[in-house]
């Protein structure tokens, strides 16, 4: 749904024309914590709906999809077909980006700082086997949340790009390997 490393994966692997997008919504279920116990879904914040539909426009992301509009205790639509508040207030912020600023956005070239993070297929799964340290989603969290907290933008870079001279020939001059073992 969300993780910040796949919206920066489609950010990166997207091709001209592509859409991206993440699904969202009203959850109620935040999953389970490292202990077994509870979480809140952060999701039923009106912060957290109103921050979205901002945070995938400024990665990228040109869509923006609510789960799920028509369920019981998860939905944006009451059953008398007003809006509950949770997804007005996505609708309020919606309506602002559509109101100009998402062209211009999305059309404005992004500033490169010559950072690649490798992405591996091959890596994600060997941190399934071996994770008593971190995982491979883990640490590109940490290492995304590093560069983006110092202002540094970067691009994901899958290892055929790398092992076709694209770091090389895109300029780049620091590659990062999160969590490598494959």
């Known amino acids: 749904y969300f993780p910040p490393e796949q919206i920066e994966q489609m950010r990166s692997f997207k091709r001209p024309g592509m859409s991206i997008g993440t699904w969202y919504g009203g959850y109620v279920w935040g999953g389970f914590g490292a202990y077994g116990h509870f ?3 952060p999701q039923r914040t009106e912060a957290f709906q109103r921050y979205w539909p901002w945070h995938l426009l400024l990665h990228g992301a040109d869509g923006a999809w609510w789960f799920i509009a028509h369920s019981a205790n998860e939905s944006g ?3 008398d077909l007003s809006f509950f508040p949770i997804f007005r207030h996505t609708m309020e912020e919606v309506n602002e980006i559509k109101g100009g ?3 211009l956005l999305l059309d404005a070239e992004r500033v490169d700082d010559g950072i690649a993070l490798h ?7 060997a941190s399934t086997i071996e994770h008593r340290l ?4 883990a640490s590109q969290r940490r290492f995304i949340k590093l560069l983006e907290d110092q202002g540094y933008q970067y691009r994901y870079l899958a290892a055929p790009q790398i092992a076709g001279g694209l770091l090389e020939s895109g300029g ?3 590659l990062i390997l999160p969590y490598a073992q494959s």
């Open 77 to 79: 639509i009451a059953p």
């Open 39 to 41: 979480r809140y879904a």
């Open 119 to 125: 992405y591996s297929q091959t890596n994600t799964h």
């Open 134 to 137: 971190t995982s491979s989603e």
């Open 172 to 174: 780049y001059r620091l």
């Open 101 to 103: 600023i998402a062209r």
